[in-house]
């Protein structure tokens, strides 16, 4: 159900690629219940020029490996559990894809549990 | 007003693509009286690499010709109205662009009507 | 904070797409009040065949140098403080970048302000 979408800039290999977006999903599991199977990542790479980003917003000190990854999921999440996403987003691309934590930019977008369709053209998580 | 995302992976012909997006568009215009020519569409393709997905999350079996559909619209239509959608994008990309109904996944994001400017910085939809 | 997505027909320099990102977030700056350094931006070219609008919705005349604008942001700004975005986006981009008012398109996507992480795996905008 999440819908994952991970905005770089060009030049990582595909090994280095997967290794971000295991990551990603890797936290997601452990920290908000999604189920391993439940994994759909869109994985974007921009030139330098089409990928724009403030270096030091917020005092935070962002490079060109910077990794932006915006979540599209259903809703009900609480803060705690959302905040633990995002911390935990943050160490497993350090320390399994080897990207600075200040690179770590996160948009969640939450969406009605319904507006899912996973094939079939069945919504499969709406009560039956 | 619905702005559509279509990913997918690539290698199909711009004809191919072309249906794929008409379908997804016919079935806005039939099922929640999108108006025809409310239509706007970005279509990506994503090496193999790029596009991730699990094969049978939920028992469906997805294959390459995975087409993921994120689309943007005003909130308040009725489940039944966004359950007919889902079933008529399926049955449409069956029918006219050849697409295996496991293969289509939907996402709706739902905005405020006023949160649209289709030109001319005019919030459109916004009571007068 | 606001995710800022420009999708636009391939062919322009990157000094023109730069005009582009500029004019929009000078806009966001200006009329409600996203600090300056505040700017996280994406912008995508595509093929003609892969960017699909309708060229008269709303009898609003658009060309292929369309600009579609998609704003991923905190809520709670009034539709006075949106419609004022609407309107500035299209004046600067219009003075700025040489874009014809009728070819901007904006959809803005609100989400809590809690839902943001600008690096170290923080949710800096969550209520300490």
Sequence with gaps: MPLVRIELVEGRTNQQ????????????VETIAIPEQDRFQVIT????SHLIFDPEYLNIQRSKGIVMIQITMSSGR??????????????RLTAEAGIRSEDVLINLV???????????????????
């Design 45 to 48: 790479e921009h030139e330098t």
């Design 78 to 91: 609480s803060l705690d559990l959302r905040k633990a996403l995002f911390r935990r987003i943050a160490e």
């Design 17 to 28: 690629l997967r290794k971000i977006a295991d990551a990603v999903h890797a936290a997601l």
């Design 110 to 128: 939450e969406v009605a549990k319904e507006n899912w369709s996973f094939g079939n053209g069945i919504a499969q998580y709406a009560a039956a």
